[in-house]
């Protein structure tokens, strides 16, 4: 579950994480009280106003409407509610978002920490994240901090350093100080270094997240090290332990259909090609959108019913591909285990009456526990169902039926 970056700064303060200060705004009215409120307690005099939507590149972004950036610097308190007004309630585009943008419900009012001082500011990169291969956990940091990790690892990998940490001893106080080395710091930004990796563990392991990315890290003119930016993103399957963290979810950022879908315990991914998929068990979806290339189709999306494939669900599984306006052809693979071949074959026919507004070809692939006997439910429904034994068999005629 993605999370806003003002809800993670919350998270990594409670753990101890020295963060930008800053508070969310909905209203013009909210972000000028909360600059007021920001100015008295930090003493900043501009102040960092931020579009809060799940996408990165938000400060290359544009508004559609309003040409402004997403994030914006306010040079005093006179500036703040112009440059709201430019950004909340825009459509901001970045590299993320694509051309169609994410509406901007929210901003973060942050105080400036740039200032002038005794050093030179600098940024850094760093993430915590699961290294599958190893099964430890990796602080990934570089002092090219400010740029898309990407561009950095493919033009000076040598910039980019890694640190594994073993699950069974945990971050170490020599891999801290190797971090805060490798970053060409000394002194006070040294010490204060240390402190903040040590912080940042323990929230990524605290909350049971997926991925930290902290992008700037700013070493500030006065040696302080503070999170500019945060990406958190948590464990879906650890929510029933965080029962706060769950309540944070937005589901005004994610797409509608696939919200939609959640409620009834359907694994349902939106892609961009033409045929409707759905399919019980993650990996046998896998496959079937592979044959679906293969054979010449563009997979619509990625449905997974699961192994309790009754005619309810297979109903509202049909509801929500067909409001894909893309969809050509849908092809329905089950492979019945738990579940019966022939009771699928129901479910089908009962959804396709049940809608009423398909007018486009189905194709049913059933193997397993009476797949004969649904085949031949198929088979004698009368309907713009049609029938197929094999997986070649069937993704060779739902390509058929499009043209």
Avoid at 187 to 203: D, I, N, Q, R
């Amino acid at each position: 579950m993605n999370l806003h970056e003002y809800q993670s700064k919350e998270i990594l303060k409670s753990f101890g994480v020295a963060i930008q200060e800053g508070i969310m705004a909905e209203t013009v009215n909210d972000a000028l009280e909360a600059a007021k409120r920001l100015q008295e307690e930090t003493g900043t005099g501009w102040f960092v106003v931020k579009a809060q939507i799940h996408a990165g590149g938000r400060g290359k972004g544009i508004i559609k409407e309003t040409g402004s950036h997403g994030v914006v610097l306010a040079k005093g308190l006179d500036k703040v509610e112009d440059t709201v007004k430019g950004i909340l309630g825009g459509t901001l585009v970045t590299k993320q978002t694509g051309e169609k943008g994410k509406k901007v419900n929210k901003v973060l009012i942050a105080q400036d920490v740039y200032y002038p001082g005794d050093s030179e500011p600098a940024e850094f990169y760093m993430s915590v994240l699961l290294n599958r291969e190893t099964g430890r956990n990796i602080i990934m940091y570089s002092p090219e901090g400010g740029m898309d990790i990407e561009t950095v690892a493919e033009k000076t990998p040598e910039l980019i350093f890694k640190e594994e940490v073993d699950p069974k001893v945990g971050l170490q106080a020599f891999q801290a100080r190797r971090v805060a080395f490798n970053l060409g710091l000394s002194g006070k930004a040294f010490k204060e270094m240390t402190k903040f990796v040590f912080a940042l563990y323990k929230a990524y392991m605290g909350t049971d997240s997926s991925m930290f990315e902290i992008n700037p890290v700013l070493k500030t003119s006065d040696d302080r090290v503070i999170a500019v930016d945060a990406k958190v993103n948590l464990d879906n399957n650890a929510l029933y332990r965080h029962k706060d963290y769950a309540a944070l979810r937005d589901i005004s950022e994610e797409d509608p259909t696939e919200v939609e879908a959640k409620k009834y315990d359907l694994n349902y991914v939106k892609l961009d090609g033409n045929v409707g998929c759905m399919v019980n068990g993650a990996g046998l979806a896998m496959a079937t959108m592979d044959i679906i290339k293969l054979y010449g189709g563009d997979p619509a999306n990625f449905l997974d019913v699961g192994g309790a494939a009754n005619a309810e669900r297979v109903e509202q599984a049909f509801r929500i591909i067909t409001q894909d306006p893309n969809v050509k052809a849908i092809l329905v693979n089950i492979f019945g285990g738990i579940v019966r071949g022939d009771l699928v074959a129901k479910g089908v026919v009962e959804a396709y009456k049940n809608l009423g507004d398909i007018d486009i070809p189905i194709v049913v692939r059933l193997q397993g526990t009476n797949a004969i006997e649904g085949r031949k439910i198929i088979d004698e429904s009368g309907l713009k169902v049609f029938s197929a034994e094999t997986l070649e068999d069937a993704a060779r005629k739902v390509t058929e039926v499009m043209a």
